[in-house]
């Protein structure tokens, strides 16, 4: 999920009218904040099965005020109430169709709500690793969505992290099948590398330009830990502790050493804290990560300093 939501442009939160925002839907707005998923637009499902309208106004202001504690716009995203399960069984897809018109009302507000976003091309290219495969007589090929900056026929790239550096040369740019002559911010495509084995890159490196980003285990960050009611942490933790630290699309083990005179983080707390991960990754500063333990979300934060 954590991949898939670092490739986003906006996301749609489902919300089911009958439960209202879950610890769940806490997590998944928190993790869209974190990988920088500009806009978000609601639909309420199963309206269906209330029928209480204000239950349902109650729901939408609930789920408003999450919003807006996680930096978004509550008042003003777009809130689409109808149920997915009855325009399934439906399928006519009319406008005029009660059971298919919020579908159709979700489209409207996806296309009016989220804009065709601003592509960092003029930044050295960059693009996390999110799928490697051999194709028999031609080489092995890197699929992921580009991060910033251009890649054409012909580029030397780096791929860093995990593993040593890499150095080769793209030979092919490909999106759905399509032959590029060139790959730009937000495309997902597949890169065709030079001289490189299957099994000499993997999930979680980056693809870039040489030089522009190195493989480091030690940072400083800026950390906030997630409270009870947000799906995180029940009790504090200490120097040592190990969780999961996601970026982009890997996820390796660290270490976290609280500063000099803090004993223990409660949830909810903000502190500023370093880490050493057990893998070298290709970081930098201004890199947002999830800290995750036993398949939930605990904290989130931002790379300040990069130590070694």
Excluded: W
Aim: net charge negative; aromatic share 6%.
């Amino acid at each position: 999920m954590i991949t898939g939501a670092a490739q986003m442009d906006g996301a749609i939160l489902v919300v089911a009218a009958t439960d209202g925002p879950m610890p769940q839907t806490r997590e998944h707005i928190l993790l869209a904040r974190q990988v920088n998923v500009p806009y978000i637009v609601v639909f309420m499902n199963k309206v269906d099965m209330v029928e209480d309208a204000e239950l349902l106004d109650l729901v939408e202001l609930e789920v408003r005020e999450l919003l807006g504690r996680y930096g978004y716009p509550g008042d003003e995203v777009p809130v689409v109430r109808g149920s997915a399960l009855r325009a399934m069984e439906c399928g006519c897809g009319r406008e005029e169709c009660g059971n298919c018109r919020p579908i159709l009302e979700l489209l409207e507000a996806v296309d009016t709500y989220i804009p065709t976003p601003e592509r960092d091309v003029e930044k050295p290219f960059l693009m996390p690793i999110e799928d490697v495969f051999s194709i028999s007589g031609r080489g092995t090929v890197v699929t992921g969505r580009i991060e910033r900056g251009r890649v054409k026929v012909g580029d030397e790239v780096e791929v860093v992290g995990i593993r040593p550096t890499i150095r080769t040369v793209v030979t092919g740019v490909e999106m759905f099948r399509k032959v590029l002559d060139e790959g730009i911010a937000g495309d997902n495509v597949g890169l065709l590398l030079r001289g490189v084995e299957r099994k000499e890159v993997e999930r979680g490196q980056v693809v870039a330009r040489p030089g522009s980003i190195t493989p480091h285990t030690k940072f400083r960050a800026e950390v906030y830990v997630l409270t009870k009611e947000e799906g995180g942490r029940h009790t504090p933790f200490f120097s040592g502790y190990r969780p999961q630290f996601y970026f982009r699309t890997t996820d390796v083990t660290g270490t976290i050493r609280l500063p000099e005179g803090v004993e223990m983080v409660m949830p909810g707390d903000n502190v500023n804290l370093e880490v050493e991960l057990i893998t070298p990754i290709a970081l930098e500063r201004g890199l947002r990560f999830a800290i995750r333990e036993g398949g939930r979300t605990v904290g989130a934060g931002t790379i300040t300093e990069i130590l070694e």
